[in-house]
C-alpha cells in the first residue's frame, strides 16, 4: 500500500569558531540569536557549567554586560542557571526536571532561547531538557571543552544517563546554533585537553589519513596544551563529524549502524564499571585499543598500522588499559563484555561495531567473537603491564 504522505524537513544550524564570545564588540553571539527574525527582541535563559563559572568568574558580567551592548535584540528571561559539570549532572533525572522547572517559571516558548555553556555532560544534559520543553525550544550551545567543541558539541542529539546506561533517554533535535569560543579552552585542566583529543583521533581513523598523520607529527604539541594546533585539531574534527552527520543520509539515527562510534561499545560500558572515573575521551581510548587488537586478531588489519596507532594514543597520553576491564558481572563472567549486549539494544537490536581495515578505512561487522575480545583484552593487559602503566596483574580470561 502506497504511503498516503511523506516529506522531508532541511535542518540548517550555523557552527561559529570565535575569540571572547561576550565581548562587547564580537557580534558572533547576538547575530547568531536574531539570524532567524533580525529586528525582533529575543528571551535568553543562560545556564553555565559551574566548572565553567569557577575558571571564569566575571562570565557572568561579561554576558549581562553583552546584554546590555544590544538592548534591542536580546532580553534576560530570568537569571542564569548555573548546574554541576561532568558526568553527575546527566546521571539521573534531577538536573533536567529542575532546568524543565525554571524554564516553566521564566515561560520560555518555542522562539525563546536556551543558551547552555559548559562542557559535553552539561550540554547534553540541557539540550534534552530544551528539547522536551513545549517539544523544542531554541537551544545554542557554547561548548567549552576540547571534546565538545570538536565533537558533541556540535551534534544532533541529546540525553542522559538512566539504568546505569549512557544516553538511555534523549531526543535527536539539532541545535539552532552552536559557537566555538576558543578562550574557554585556555582555563582547561591538562587531562581534559588530552581527553577530548581523542574523538579527533577516532575520526581521523575514519575519515582522513592526512589528519591523522597531522595529528602525529603534532602529537607533542599536543601534549604541551598549544593553542594553535588545538584550535586546528578541533576545526577538522568538526568538519569532519558535520560531513558526516550532513552526508551520511541517517542523521537521526534511525538505522543501527553508528560508523563514527569506532571503540564507543567498550567506551559506554567502562564509564558505567568505573562510575565516570574514566573520563569519556579516556574511555575511548581504551575502547579504540580494544578494537584495534581485536580487528588485528581477526586479520582486518596490520600489526604494523595498530601499532602506530596504539603509539599515537600512548604518545598523546593514553592508558590502555584499566582495572575495570576484568570487573566480573553476577553470573562471572567478564562485565564489560555485556557491553556488546547494551550496544545492541542502543544501536536498534542489530550489532553493528566499526571495525578498521585500514587508517581511514572503516567498516562494520554485525558480531564479535568475545573469545577474541578477550584474548585482545588480555594483550592490552600485558602492554600495559610492560609500559607500567595501570594495574594490570587481573588477566581477561575466562567467562
Same mark, same amino acid.
Given at each position: 500500500m502506497e504511503p498516503l504522505h511523506t516529506f522531508s524537513v532541511p535542518f540548517q544550524f550555523p557552527v561559529h569558531f570565535t575569540w571572547d564570545a561576550f565581548a562587547v564588540e564580537n557580534r558572533v553571539f547576538v547575530d547568531a540569536i536574531r539570524r532567524l527574525e533580525p529586528d525582533r527582541r529575543h528571551r535568553v535563559l543562560i545556564v553555565i557549567d559551574q566548572h $565553567? %563559572? %569557577?575558571a571564569h568568574p566575571t562570565l557572568p558580567a561579561e554576558i549581562e554586560s553583552y546584554f546590555g551592548a544590544y538592548p534591542a535584540s536580546l532580553e534576560f528571561a530570568g537569571p542564569i542557571v548555573f548546574v554541576p559539570g561532568g558526568e553527575a549532572v546527566k546521571n539521573d533525572l534531577t538536573h533536567p526536571f529542575a532546568l524543565l522547572q525554571r524554564i516553566n517559571e521564566v515561560g520560555l516558548d518555542r522562539q525563546s532561547?536556551? $543558551?547552555?555553556?559548559?562542557?559535553?555532560? $552539561?550540554l547534553d544534559m540541557a539540550s534534552f531538557a530544551g528539547a522536551i520543553a513545549h517539544r523544542s525550544v531554541r537551544v545554542v550551545r557554547l561548548p567549552t571543552t576540547v571534546l565538545s567543541q570538536g565533537d558533541s558539541g556540535i551534534a544532533v542529539k541529546n540525553g542522559v544517563n538512566l539504568f546505569g546506561k549512557k544516553n538511555f533517554i534523549g531526543t535527536f533535535v539539532p541545535?539552532?546554533? $552552536?559557537?566555538?569560543?576558543? #578562550?574557554f579552552l585556555e582555563s582547561l585542566e591538562h587531562r581534559d585537553v588530552i581527553g577530548g583529543v581523542v574523538e579527533a583521533v577516532k575520526v581521523s581513523l575514519l575519515r582522513d589519513p592526512a589528519f591523522f598523520a597531522y595529528l602525529e607529527q603534532e602529537a607533542g604539541r599536543i601534549v604541551d596544551g598549544d593553542g594553535d594546533v588545538l584550535a586546528t585539531l578541533i576545526r577538522r574534527s568538526a568538519e569532519l563529524h558535520l560531513a558526516h552527520i550532513c552526508g551520511n543520509g541517517d542523521p537521526f539515527e534511525l538505522g543501527s549502524a553508528r560508523p563514527l562510534d569506532f571503540g564507543h561499545w567498550a567506551a559506554h560500558k567502562l564509564e558505567s564499571l568505573t562510575a565516570h572515573r574514566l573520563r569519556h575521551g579516556e574511555a575511548v581510548a581504551i575502547g579504540m585499543a580494544l578494537d584495534l587488537v581485536y580487528s588485528v586478531r581477526m586479520g582486518f588489519l596490520s600489526r604494523a598500522c595498530a601499532e602506530r596507532i596504539l603509539s599515537l594514543l600512548e604518545a598523546i597520553g593514553f592508558k590502555l588499559w584499566d582495572d575495570a576491564m576484568?570487573? #566480573?558481572?553476577?553470573?562471572?563472567?567478564?562485565?564489560l563484555l555485556t557491553g556488546l549486549r547494551e550496544f545492541r539494544e542502543h544501536l536498534g537490536g542489530e550489532l553493528h561495531v566499526t571495525m578498521l581495515r585500514d587508517i581511514g578505512n572503516g567498516f562494520e561487522v554485525t558480531a564479535m567473537d568475545e573469545s577474541v575480545v578477550r584474548a585482545a583484552m588480555d594483550e592490552l593487559a600485558s602492554r600495559a603491564a610492560r609500559r607500567g602503566s595501570g594495574s594490570h596483574h587481573v588477566a581477561a580470561r575466562g567467562r
Open positions: $565553567v %563559572a %569557577a532561547f536556551l $543558551v547552555v555553556i559548559g562542557g559535553g555532560a $552539561v541545535p539552532f546554533a $552552536v559557537i566555538n569560543d576558543v #578562550r576484568a570487573d #566480573r558481572d553476577t553470573t562471572g563472567g567478564l562485565a
